[in-house]
Nanobody, 119 residues
Framework: QVQLVESGGGLVQPGGSLRLSCAASGFSLDYYAIGWFRQAPGKEREQISC???????DYADSVKGRFTISRDKAKNTVYLQMNSLESEDTAVYIC?????????????WGQGTQVTISS
């Protein structure tokens, strides 16, 4: 069945790095834009990055220069490399498939993976 599964979350010290994965099954991500979102306690969900089917990328100002989104079509997986992590990055990270970056309304959502940065 169609699904997205995130992995790679965990606990890391400030300044550390994590690599999140978003693995698609039941459909090919070749034809979709994949966005990464995060939601922290007491805050609204925000989009932090997106990669289009042609591998164009977008980043929120809060993560630009620290996070890198990429796609491995052979593995049907999108990655989010997170460097120089800060306590403010603590959140549940969720990936979603869209028709295109900036499009309204995701077609598929993952369950999310917890990222915690200690202080």
């Amino acid at each position: 069945q169609v699904q997205l599964v995130e992995s790679g979350g965990g606990l890391v010290q400030p300044g550390g790095s994590l690599r999140l994965s978003c693995a698609a099954s039941g459909f090919s991500l070749d034809y979709y834009a994949i966005g990464w979102f995060r939601q922290a306690p007491g805050k609204e969900r925000e989009q932090i990055s997106c990669i289009s089917s042609s591998d164009n990328t977008d980043y929120a100002d809060s993560v630009k220069g620290r996070f890198t989104i990429s796609r491995d079509k052979a593995k049907n997986t999108v990655y989010l490399q997170m460097n120089s992590l800060e306590s403010e990055d603590t959140a549940v990270y969720i990936c979603a498939a869209h028709e295109f970056c900036g499009g309204d309304g995701a077609m598929y959502w993952g369950q999310g993976t917890q990222v915690t940065i200690s202080s």
